[in-house]
Structures are given as structure tokens and as C-alpha cells.
């Protein structure tokens, strides 16, 4: 059975930083590429970031840009964003989700989900 489960979220100050872990089971991480995306309240899900299944194309939001790092690491079935610089702006839940192969950035391409973990950046 195929699944991502998210975790590292939580509430954070303006300018701080936290890093989400996707971790992936049922699957070999190797040939799938992995996006984050995140939905705000009263919001449509956005893409954030992707890294490819060769990890050779990644992806940012413009956003996200320069504070943003995807990372993954197969030997451990898990995927990372390092999220710097938080804003409130970036509050929202973060959902991992994967695909075979290659990025895209629209969510309809993406067969498994994970749950969400929220993120809250707020003084």
C-alpha cells in the first residue's frame, strides 16, 4: 500500500524555520518524483516545490524562492523541505504528494497524497 506521511509541522515566529519530512512507504522512492504543495484557508492548493525522481529537476514557487530547499534522501524513503525566512504568508497545511518520474506542477498529476501537516507562522 502506497503511502506519504508528513511531519515537522508546527507554529513558528515570523523569520523562523522548520523543516518538513515526507516519508514514503509501499513504494521505491528512486522513481517517483516528489512536489510539497500547501492550502491557506479560503485559498486553492498551490504548488510550493518538486524534485524530480533523479533528483537532477527542482522546482520553486517564486514565492518560496531563495527559502525554500527540497531535498531527498532514497536511502531513507524520505523527502525534505527546509523552510527558512517563514513569513505568515506561509502559513498553511502542506501536503506531499508524488508521481512517477518527472515534476509537474499541477496537483491533478499527482496520484498519491499524503494527510498535511500544518504550518503556522505567527507571533
Not at 515537522?8 to 512536489?35: E, H, K, M, W
Not at 527559502?67 to 502559513?91: C, G, H, W
Request: charged share 15%.
Amino acid at each position: 500500500q502506497l503511502q506519504l506521511v508528513e511531519s515537522g509541522g508546527g507554529l513558528v515566529q515570523p523569520g523562523g524555520s522548520l523543516r518538513l519530512s515526507c516519508a514514503v512507504s509501499g513504494f521505491t522512492l528512486n522513481y517517483y518524483s516528489i512536489a510539497w504543495f500547501r492550502q491557506a484557508p479560503g485559498k486553492e492548493r498551490e504548488g510550493v516545490s518538486c524534485i524530480s525522481s533523479s533528483g537532477g529537476t527542482i522546482n520553486y514557487a517564486d514565492s518560496v524562492k531563495g527559502r525554500f530547499t527540497i531535498s531527498r534522501d532514497n536511502a531513507k524513503n524520505t523527502v525534505y523541505l527546509q523552510m527558512n525566512s517563514l513569513k505568515p504568508e506561509d502559513t498553511a497545511v502542506y501536503y506531499c504528494a508524488a508521481r512517477l518520474y518527472y515534476c509537474s506542477g499541477t496537483d491533478t498529476a499527482y496520484a498519491y497524497w499524503g494527510q498535511g501537516t500544518q504550518v503556522t507562522v505567527s507571533s
